[in-house]
């Protein structure tokens, strides 16, 4: 018996060879070889173990809502937090959430407790875990600053990260690189009356619906700020808004954002990259770096030249 059907008898939730792209908001990816949705702490831990045990690559993903996977799939173990794994408490003005829930559900059981804070983060197709890992935000507002605490494994145990451990930065944590899976989150939020904050929510999602393409299927802005200044201000200036390959396509709406028009593949969102990054490297002297995370083989990356050599 392989590794992988050895694994998938001690989780609850694995199936093999499942098709990535539903499970993004880019809608694009080939197979993995096991998708395991872990239901609690200890098969997270488990299942994180055994693969570093056995040499067994995986990954792990919240929403899937900043990820590209390549076209060839992911060749090894991929695990979803997601609503198998989604458990929320409200203490007084503190929400503690597993890293599976979505932003939006904490939003709305924050608002109910007359809590606000959230509203910025529920305007995301994010994961509580992802959001911290990345520290996403928008609007000048990011997840650092509302979370207290964050608990993590490597698989052997479970550690508590204060703030300050979690070194957050633009769109960058300590969980980034340390190999950590975040689990559990501590988030601290202000009282505030279900209405101002609905209010505020509508107005955040409404500013977002005029300016970035929410209707299309897409993995948010591409590319990280440079300087401060929006990676879209950058692409607008290249002349590059509508540009497409195949069904994929720099938007009109937000150039920073590359989006599916329908069945577009890793191969072609790559290329529009690689024009992007190459022509702002030409023209202004720097290259602009991936928001979004690339997950596949050395094959479907290799046509990133300046950022990328995996
Ligand atoms: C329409 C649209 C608009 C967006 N707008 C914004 C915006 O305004 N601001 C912004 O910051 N982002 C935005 N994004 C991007 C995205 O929503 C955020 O980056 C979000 O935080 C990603 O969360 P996720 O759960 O989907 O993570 P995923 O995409 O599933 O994963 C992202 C990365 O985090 C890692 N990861 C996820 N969960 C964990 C975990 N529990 N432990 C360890 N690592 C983990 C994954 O391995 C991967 O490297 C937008 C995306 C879309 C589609």
């Given at each position: 018996?392989?590794?992988?059907?050895?694994?998938?008898?001690?989780?609850?939730?694995?199936?093999?060879?499942?098709?990535?792209?539903?499970?993004?908001?880019?809608?694009?990816?080939?197979?993995?070889?096991?998708?395991?949705?872990?239901?609690?702490?200890?098969?997270?831990?488990?299942?994180?173990?055994?693969?570093?045990?056995?040499?067994?690559?995986?990954?792990?993903?919240?929403?899937?809502?900043?990820?590209?996977?390549?076209?060839?799939?992911?060749?090894?173990?991929?695990?979803?937090?997601?609503?198998?794994?989604?458990?929320?408490?409200?203490?007084?003005?503190?929400?503690?959430?597993?890293?599976?829930?979505?932003?939006?559900?904490?939003?709305?059981?924050?608002?109910?407790?007359?809590?606000?804070?959230?509203?910025?983060?529920?305007?995301?197709?994010?994961?509580?875990?992802?959001?911290?890992?990345l520290n996403a935000g928008c609007f000048g507002k990011c997840t650092a600053d509302l979370v207290e605490k964050v608990w993590a494994t490597d698989g052997k145990s479970t550690?508590?990260?204060?703030?300050?451990?979690?070194?957050?930065?633009?769109?960058?944590?300590?969980?980034?690189?340390?190999?950590?899976?975040?689990?559990?989150?501590?988030?601290?939020?202000?009282?505030?009356?279900?209405?101002?904050?609905?209010?505020?929510?509508?107005?955040?999602?409404?500013?977002?619906?005029?300016?970035?393409?929410?209707?299309?299927k897409s993995a948010g802005c591409f590319f990280k700020k440079h300087d401060g200044i929006s990676a879209g201000y950058f692409i607008d200036k290249l002349g590059l808004k509508?540009?497409?390959?195949?069904?994929?396509?720099?938007?009109?709406?937000?150039?920073?954002?590359?989006?599916?028009?329908?069945?577009?593949?890793?191969?072609?969102?790559?290329?529009?990259?690689?024009?992007?990054?190459?022509?702002?490297?030409?023209?202004?002297?720097?290259?602009?770096?991936?928001?979004?995370?690339?997950?596949?083989?050395?094959?479907?990356?290799?046509?990133?030249s300046y950022t990328y050599s995996l």
């Amino acid at each position: 018996m392989d590794f992988l059907n050895i694994l998938s008898r001690q989780v609850g939730f694995a199936q093999k060879e499942v098709l990535l792209s539903p499970h993004t908001t880019f809608g694009i990816g080939g197979r993995c070889r096991l998708f395991v949705q872990p239901c609690s702490c200890d098969e997270i831990c488990k299942t994180v173990d055994f693969c570093r045990d056995n040499g067994v690559l995986y990954t792990i993903m919240g929403n899937g809502s900043n990820l590209l996977f390549g076209d060839d799939g992911f060749d090894g173990v991929v695990i979803k937090l997601g609503n198998r794994f989604a458990d929320l408490v409200v203490n007084e003005n503190k929400v503690i959430a597993q890293a599976g829930a979505t932003t939006k559900r904490l939003y709305n059981l924050a608002k109910k407790h007359g809590l606000g804070g959230m509203e910025f983060l529920a305007t995301l197709p994010a994961s509580v875990g992802g959001a911290t890992v990345l520290n996403a935000g928008c609007f000048g507002k990011c997840t650092a600053d509302l979370v207290e605490k964050v608990w993590a494994t490597d698989g052997k145990s479970t550690k508590v990260f204060d703030k300050s451990d979690c070194r957050f930065g633009y769109r960058d944590s300590v969980f980034k690189t340390n190999g950590f899976v975040v689990t559990m989150v501590q988030f601290c939020l202000h009282r505030a009356d279900p209405c101002v904050t609905e209010k505020i929510y509508l107005d955040t999602i409404c500013k977002k619906r005029q300016s970035q393409p929410l209707d299309k299927k897409s993995a948010g802005c591409f590319f990280k700020k440079h300087d401060g200044i929006s990676a879209g201000y950058f692409i607008d200036k290249l002349g590059l808004k509508g540009v497409c390959v195949g069904d994929a396509q720099i938007s009109q709406k937000h150039a920073g954002f590359v989006v599916n028009n329908g069945n577009a593949t890793c191969s072609q969102v790559l290329q529009l990259v690689d024009l992007i990054q190459t022509k702002c490297k030409n023209t202004f002297g720097f290259v602009l770096e991936p928001e979004v995370v690339l997950c596949g083989s050395t094959h479907d990356f290799r046509r990133l030249s300046y950022t990328y050599s995996l």
